[in-house]
């Protein structure tokens, strides 16, 4: 009964992710269109990056909705872990897509200071100021997600630093209006590009982690070695794999060599221990320990280097 309750709280937790995302799609849509038109009509660098980057938040929002909704595929015979890391790729594209947006805003800007353009900063601060409280509104809609799921934090990335970009555009038109200086708009461009490096690099570093399924940084093997060996019947721990399936999921294969010969019921009762030691001081929620007697293995190390065949 706790289990179906719990599947059915997860399944409208999914749709209410899948309606805040489409909310901000539209509104993400709307925001494009209008800064396109006033980046022509004011001039604006900075305006027309700031929808060019809504633009991504756009394609950006569809690719985490997408595979929001790929991910909560059931597993298959064919597809035995389902496509979990459909929200991991998702991540990693948007914030790659976010890399490629800055080093464009940052060779614009730079062509912008050797050759300035009036702007007219009244329309710059409107548009603004327009953009900066749909896109706070976004911001609002993904915000409680993105703190649970990586696919939902590029995301939020992507709509953050658009937020702060707004709010980039509409102080540089001031400056604008009030000093007439034209290269700041340029500025605050180059700035803007800073910072979309600064935020999405961490994801980037993540998402490639789990996808060449390195260990997460939270799991200390030696320290795992130790806590097993402490128990009186463990002669040591060897062949082990720990990846992540995607932000949630930790996976855990060992082989565990007892010191001596014992009752399978035993050995199950040791095996039940080692499991909620490693979910409870560790977290890892996938377990897979292969029980043998010390001296099975002729390669005992911790982690196990595979061998060429040679045919």
Not at 284 to 297: A, K, M, W, Y
């Amino acid at each position: 009964m706790e289990k179906g309750s719990h599947a059915h709280v997860h399944h409208h937790h999914g749709e209410l992710k899948g309606r805040n995302l489409g909310i901000a799609i539209l509104l993400n849509i709307g925001i494009t269109l209008i800064q396109v038109i006033g980046g022509f009509i004011s001039g604006s660098l900075a305006l027309l990056s700031d929808a060019l980057h809504n633009f991504s938040d756009v394609l950006a929002l569809l690719m985490s909705w997408f595979a929001s909704r790929l991910s909560m595929r059931k597993q298959t015979p064919k597809q035995t872990f389902g496509y979990k890391r459909a929200e991991v790729i998702a991540a990693l594209f948007n914030a790659i897509s976010l890399f490629i947006i800055a080093f464009y805003l940052l060779k614009e800007a730079v062509q912008r200071i050797m050759e300035p353009q009036d702007i007219q900063s009244g329309l710059v601060m409107i548009l603004g100021g327009l953009s900066i409280i749909l896109n706070g509104l976004s911001v609002l809609l993904i915000q409680k997600d993105a703190k649970q799921n990586m696919n939902m934090r590029s995301a939020y990335l992507h709509l953050l630093s658009d937020m702060v970009s707004s709010i980039a555009v509409v102080l540089g038109g001031l400056a604008m209006y009030l000093w007439h200086i034209p290269w700041i708009d340029s500025i605050l461009s180059i700035a803007i590009a800073i910072y979309l490096v600064y935020s999405s690099w961490g994801l980037i570093k993540e998402s490639i982690r789990i996808l060449m399924q390195f260990a997460p940084h939270s799991i200390n093997l030696k320290q795992i070695q130790e806590k097993m060996k402490a128990i009186d019947e463990i002669e040591n721990m060897h062949h082990v794999h720990v990846w992540q399936l995607d932000d949630k999921q930790i996976n855990f294969e060992a082989h565990i060599s007892f010191k001596e010969d014992l009752l399978l019921s035993e050995v199950k009762q040791i095996m039940s221990k080692l499991e909620h030691m490693l979910h409870d001081e560790f977290e890892i929620n996938h377990v897979t320990l292969q029980p043998e007697l010390n001296g099975s293995c002729k390669d005992e190390s911790m982690v196990s280097q595979e061998r060429k065949h040679v045919h």
